[in-house]
């Protein structure tokens, strides 16, 4: 099991920026693909991007392809997603979650294994 504990979310403008942080504690986490979530009052959890164990890929969902990035630094257990060119509908709770290094699905929540509490972001119009 491993610790997640998300951090650097808050109120911006539309097409503002925001860096969101995860710090991970508890096993290796270089043995952890990596992923954000989110979700909106009303609606499902979402995938957002995720980051294989070594760092060497990531994915994306469609909704914010080019305007996120996801990355890690598994020398400081920590993983990141840089939020560019924030939209109003980008307004949700954020979650970090942790895989195994074997997990294939990426997209979908139920492969995850642990999760944070989330961290709130709200972009204004």
């Known amino acids: 099991q491993v610790q997640l504990v998300e951090s650097g979310g808050g109120l911006v403008q539309a097409g503002g920026s925001l860096r969101l942080s995860c710090a991970a504690s508890?096993?290796?986490?270089?043995?952890?693909?990596m992923a954000w979530f989110r979700q909106a009052p009303g609606k499902e959890r979402e995938f957002v991007a995720t980051?294989?164990?070594?760092?060497?890929?990531?994915y994306y969902a469609d909704s914010v392809k080019g305007r996120f990035t996801i990355s890690r630094d598994n020398a400081e257990n920590t993983v990141y997603l840089q939020m560019n060119s924030l939209k109003p509908e980008d307004t949700a709770v954020y979650y970090c979650?942790?895989?195994?290094?074997?997990?294939?699905?990426?997209?979908?929540?139920?492969?995850?294994?642990?999760w944070g509490q989330g961290t709130q972001v709200t972009v204004s119009s």
């Open positions: 979650a942790a895989a195994s290094r074997y997990s294939t699905a990426f997209y979908y929540a139920t492969e995850y294994s642990d």
């Open positions: 508890g096993r290796t986490f270089g043995n952890y693909n």
């Open positions: 980051i294989v164990f070594s760092g060497a890929s990531t």
